[in-house]
C-alpha cells in the first residue's frame, strides 16, 4: 500500500538548516510527485514545493531563496533543506504524493525553531 | 499566486443538516480544484478532487460542484464526526491552498 512517511530533528536552532527526509512505499518516485506541505501550530496549510516524477522541482516563490528540494529514487526518498530558520519556520511538516490533488499524506513531523 | 479565499471562516452547525462551503479563487483555475478534511492531531485527508470527483472510501454525503473562480462543498446530513476543518486547494499554477473553513457544534 501507499506510504508516506516524514524524518528529521525535532528541534532546530534559530539561524540554521532544516533536513528532513520523505521515505515512500508502495509506489514509483518516477511516476508521481511528492510535494512538501507545512502547517503552523493551529494555522492553516502552506504549500512549500515539489520534486516531480521526472526530477524537476517547483517551489514557494515566499520560500524560493531558502528551499532546496532533491531525491534519491534508489532509496525511495525525498529529501528537503530549508536554511535561514527562524521561530515562525515552527510547525509541522508533511510530504504528500500528488499528479494533482494531494492523494496520500504522510504522518507530518513537528519541527520546533528554538535556541 | 492564486489566492483562495473560503468562507465561511467558521460555520455552526446541527447534526443532519446541509451545509454549503464556499471557495473562491483570485483567477479562473478551471476544475483544478480539490477539497480537503483535517481533524486535529491528524493529516489531511482528500475528499473531493477536480471540483466534484468523488474519492474512494469517502462517504457519499460529501459533494463539490464550480468551475472558473467558483466552489462549494457540500455536505448532505452532516454527522458529528464531519467536525473538522475543510481546505480547497488549487493546481491550475503552483499549489496554494485556503485559509480553511471550521465547522464546529452549534
Known amino acids: 500500500q501507499v506510504q508516506l512517511k516524514e524524518s528529521g530533528p525535532g528541534l532546530v536552532q534559530p539561524s540554521q538548516t532544516l533536513s528532513l527526509t520523505c521515505t515512500v512505499s508502495g509506489f514509483s518516485l518516477t511516476s508521481y510527485n511528492v510535494h512538501w506541505v507545512r502547517q503552523p501550530p493551529g494555522k492553516g496549510l502552506e504549500w512549500m514545493g515539489r520534486?516531480?516524477?521526472?526530477?524537476?522541482?517547483s517551489y514557494n516563490s515566499a520560500l524560493k531563496s531558502r528551499l532546496s528540494i532533491s531525491r534519491d529514487t534508489s532509496k525511495n526518498q525525498v529529501f528537503l533543506k530549508m536554511n535561514s530558520l527562524q521561530t515562525d519556520d515552527t510547525g509541522t511538516y508533511y510530504c504528500?504524493?500528488?499528479?494533482?490533488?494531494?492523494?496520500?499524506w504522510g504522518q507530518g513531523v513537528m519541527v520546533t525553531v528554538s535556541s | 499566486d492564486v489566492v483562495l479565499t473560503q468562507s465561511p471562516a467558521t460555520l455552526s452547525v446541527t447534526p443532519g443538516e446541509r451545509i454549503s462551503l464556499s471557495c473562491r479563487a483570485s483567477e479562473s483555475v478551471d476544475t483544478y480544484l480539490h477539497w480537503y478534511q483535517q481533524k486535529p492531531n491528524e493529516s489531511p485527508r482528500l475528499l473531493i478532487k477536480y471540483a466534484s470527483q468523488s474519492i474512494s472510501g469517502i462517504p457519499s454525503r460529501f459533494s463539490g460542484s464550480g468551475s472558473g473562480t467558483d466552489f462549494t462543498l457540500s455536505i448532505n446530513g452532516v454527522e458529528l464526526e464531519d467536525l473538522s476543518i475543510y481546505y480547497c486547494?488549487?493546481?491550475?499554477?503552483?499549489?496554494?491552498f485556503g485559509a480553511g473553513t471550521k465547522l464546529e457544534l452549534k
Open positions: 520534486m516531480r516524477y521526472n526530477g524537476d522541482t
Open positions: 504528500t504524493r500528488g499528479l494533482g490533488a494531494f492523494d496520500y
Open positions: 486547494q488549487q493546481g491550475n499554477s503552483l499549489p496554494t
